[in-house]
């Protein structure tokens, strides 16, 4: 079965300095890997996916993540955290070759402190 | 566009009672899906249409919970009757069949 797992369940950053989200999955083949965000109040939106295509994949919102197969990670890094950014991030793998569904981690709540 | 339109945004019963929550999805995404998400957890599937079909129902408690999609279009979550440890987001999500979801805000349920 795939998983993943988010290292940290909040994370705090400074405004202007970087941001770092870790995930590790766990698959029987090669991944679909994504992260998606949620804001306050709002539906979960998608912020990047990697599909095996490029390792170091662009998201929305001046994110980036980069799948690293030896270490089963797909970290979400961002060069300068923003106030907007504050939310809650979920690393999702999709199970299943032939399937659609996705299994979601457990999130870890960005705070940007100004 | 429209995005994806649940309702009601919030409802708090008693335990034992019933309750239903609709979702009209993105139009023309044949895809649906209701989430649970537990306080502190990501959302888990509860069930997957694919038009008015079930895709994946694996993790839907059948015994109380259940769901339609009539028409392809709209679909109802019902929960029948509802135990304490069922207070959490329903989120509905849509998609064209990919793997791009669309989330409504969800339906926060407190069960009493």
């Known amino acids: 079965a795939q998983s993943v797992t988010q290292l940290d369940s909040h994370v705090s950053v400074s405004e202007g300095t970087p941001v770092l989200l870790r995930c590790n999955y766990s698959s029987s083949y090669s991944p679909s890997l994504f992260w998606y965000v949620q804001h306050p109040n709002k539906g979960l939106q998608l912020l990047l996916k990697y599909t095996s295509a490029a390792t170091l994949v662009k998201g929305i919102n001046g994110f980036e993540a980069e799948f690293k197969k030896s270490e089963t990670s797909f970290h979400l890094t961002k060069p300068s955290a923003h106030m907007s950014d504050a939310a809650e991030y979920f690393c999702?793998?999709?199970?299943?070759?032939?399937?659609?569904?996705?299994?979601f981690g457990k999130g870890t709540k960005l705070s940007v402190i100004p | 566009e429209a995005g994806v339109a649940q309702s009601p945004r919030y409802k708090i019963i008693e335990k034992r009672q019933s309750v239903a929550f609709w979702c009209n999805p993105i139009s023309g995404h044949a895809t649906l899906y209701w989430y649970q998400q537990i306080l502190g957890q990501g959302p888990k599937l509860l069930i997957q249409f694919q038009n008015n079909g079930v895709v994946d129902d694996s993790q839907l408690p059948k015994d109380r919970f259940s769901a339609e999609r009539l028409k392809g279009v709209d679909s109802t979550l019902k929960i029948q009757p509802a135990k304490l440890e069922d207070s959490a987001v329903y989120l509905c999500?849509?998609?064209?069949?990919?793997?791009?979801?669309?989330f409504g805000s969800g339906t926060q349920l407190s069960v009493l």
């Open positions: 999500a849509s998609s064209l069949g990919g793997e791009k979801l669309f």
């Open positions: 999702v793998v999709r199970s299943g070759a032939g399937s659609y569904q996705l299994t």
